[in-house]
């Protein structure tokens, strides 16, 4: 029997076999944390719904995760025992249960800017139900710190407590810069608005959140890559010095990336960039409301480029 689903510009056969020997398994796209994660996620999916075992590949931080546990391994099966691998493609996206076979799921990204990008047009893709939830128990068992230590992360219970990530990159942000630059391209935002959407941006989210809540008191956490947290939490604290039931909070002590992870998921609300860290995060937490940019662009403006979102999603409030 055959089962058609359609993605976007493609789709996905399954065949159910009697005996299942298929195995499914991911590539990672040589990024980060939240980028591994998401390539695992991926594969996990394919696995819990038609029921084909997943192949665990290990990449960093995976080891204090309780997949590293749970998952079987992919070194565990040799190559004279399964006869061979197959890349899933935009082309080829057929996957035969009953095959002697690995199949690989090769990165893709969520997000809809990056798939329009004319370097990822090779890029396979398919929706995830992250809201099934049967999966969302399965990878809530999963992406669990074997270290419980890091799920310990104190909120004060009379707030409503708001998770704001902020990428900043390795370098400045045109966003940042006042003066006229001549050539953009140098910095990552100009390229990447989405995943480093300017100061503006948080702002305009954190106003929204202010009305929506007005009769509470919020709870404000900065979680950010920059190297000074704080100088970056104190310009958001003098921004709204006036609102006296709003305070702000960051880090005040280097954490290592999983407490910052773990944190993240513990708050109410989250407004984030198109990052795949706190992307995930979102996938396991239970927000009431998470805010992101979903288009934006830059324009000129006297000589100066002006970054603009011209549109936000808006989950839940």
């Known amino acids: 029997m055959y089962l058609a689903l359609t993605f976007s510009s493609c789709f996905l056969s399954i065949i159910f076999p009697n005996n299942e020997t298929a195995k499914i398994t991911y590539e990672f796209s040589g990024g980060r944390f939240g980028d591994n994660l998401l390539a695992y996620l991926h594969a996990k ?52 249960t009953k095959a002697n076979c690995v199949y690989v799921v090769p990165y893709f990204s969520e997000f809809e800017s990056e798939h329009l990008s004319p370097i990822n047009n090779k890029w396979i893709h398919f929706d995830v139900d992250w809201k099934n939830p049967d999966f969302l128990t399965e990878i809530q068992k999963t992406i669990q710190p074997i270290n419980k230590d890091l799920l310990n992360f104190p909120l004060p219970n009379d707030h409503i407590c708001i998770a704001v990530h902020i990428r900043r990159g390795d370098g400045p942000l045109l966003s940042d810069i006042e003066n006229a630059v001549h050539n953009p391209y140098e910095y990552v935002d100009f390229k990447d608005l989405l995943k480093f959407p300017p100061k503006s941006f948080y702002i305009k989210q954190i106003i929204y959140c202010i009305h929506l809540f007005q009769d509470f008191k919020l709870y404000i956490y900065i979680f950010t890559d920059d190297e000074n947290p704080q100088i970056l939490t104190e310009y958001f604290k003098k921004k709204f010095e006036n609102y006296k039931n709003v305070k702000f909070s960051c880090r005040e002590k280097k954490v290592t990336l999983l407490e910052d992870f773990f944190a993240m998921t513990k708050f109410d609300c989250l407004i984030r960039p198109q990052s795949n860290f706190s992307y995930v995060a979102a996938k396991i937490a239970k927000y009431m409301l998470e805010i992101s940019p979903q288009k934006g662009h830059w ?6 480029w002006k970054p603009i979102i011209d549109e936000i999603t808006l989950l839940g409030g």
């Open 299 to 304: 324009e000129q403006i006297n000589n100066q």
């Open 45 to 96: 999916w394919l696995s819990f719904q038609y029921k084909i075992p997943l192949l665990y590949k290990n990449f960093q931080y995976s080891d204090q995760l309780m997949l590293h546990k749970i998952e079987n391994p992919r070194s565990s099966y040799r190559s004279h025992v399964v006869k061979k691998e197959l890349t899933l493609t935009k082309e080829n996206l057929i996957i035969d």
